[in-house]
T-cell receptor
Framework: GNSVTQMEGPVTLSEEAFLTINCTYT??????LFWYVQYPGEGLQLLLKATKADDKGSNKGFEATYRKETTSFHLEKGSVQVSDSAVYFCALSDMDSSASKIIFGSGTRLSIRP | NAGVTQTPKFQVLKTGQSMTLQCAQDMNHNSMYWYRQDPGMGLRLIYYSASEGTTDKGEVPNGYNVSRLNKREFSLRLESAAPSQTSVYFC??????????????FGNGTRLTVT
């Protein structure tokens, strides 16, 4: 079946460092890909998405490119801030007969030191 | 904008007790979902409702039931709670039935402890 694998955390970086969180997927067909972010005590929020190969999703300085050839959707940011500390989830959409279901990776906790 | 509202925020149950988690959305979304979040396991789909009047099992449905009361509301019931159901429960909704590019909108979760 479809699945998402993302790098295990926690990831700890200093402020202004470059961030990469790896995500790879297994899917039949042509899924859409998402990154969600979860701040402490809150639900998940959509960070960015890409709906077809070679699309780049971006938001709040984060970027991810849908790479069909490597089945990857790695999250990057050039200069992280303390406020980026959160748990990040990679996800893909999975179509069945009646609804689009979204399958999540296990999450990567990111901590940024001032 | 309320978005997705879940109640209660916290709950402690004894083994064997029952309870219903409530969820309502005000975005006129067609599809609604219940997930559970456990450490190191990400989010796992319990049940979903593609549209009003339909419900389907997700990855981990055992021990749960759901009701899509109307387009706005989707409840999750634990008939006889077990310690293995200790988790954080999230309700979510999405706009377009059958659309793979439709993201989820989440509530803030219910933290349930079963002793």
């Amino acid at each position: 079946g479809n699945s998402v694998t993302q790098m295990e955390g926690p990831v700890t970086l200093s402020e202004e460092a470059f961030l990469t969180i790896n995500c790879t997927y297994t899917a039949t067909g042509y899924p859409s890909l998402f990154w969600y972010v979860q701040y402490p005590g809150e639900g998940l929020q959509l960070l960015l998405k890409a709906t077809k190969a070679d699309d780049k999703g971006s938001n709040k300085g984060f970027e991810a490119t849908y790479r069909k050839e490597t089945t990857s959707f790695h999250l990057e940011k050039g200069s992280v801030q303390v406020s980026d500390s959160a748990v990040y989830f990679c996800a893909l959409s999975d179509m069945d007969s009646s609804a689009s279901k979204i399958i999540f990776g296990s999450g990567t906790r990111l901590s940024i030191r001032p | 904008n309320a978005g997705v509202t879940q109640t209660p925020k916290f709950q402690v149950l004894k083994t064997g007790q029952s309870m219903t988690l409530q969820c309502a959305q005000d975005m006129n979304h067609n599809s609604m979902y219940w997930y559970r979040q456990d450490p190191g396991m990400g989010l796992r789909l319990i049940y979903y409702s593609a549209s009003e009047g339909t419900t389907d099992k997700g990855e981990v449905p055992n021990g749960y039931n759901v009701s899509r009361l109307n387009k706005r509301e989707f409840s999750l019931r634990l008939e006889s709670a077990a310690p293995s159901q200790t988790s954080v429960y999230f309700c979510a909704s999405s706009t377009r039935q059958g659309a793979t590019d439709s993201p989820l909108h989440f509530g803030n979760g219910t933290r349930l402890t079963v002793t």
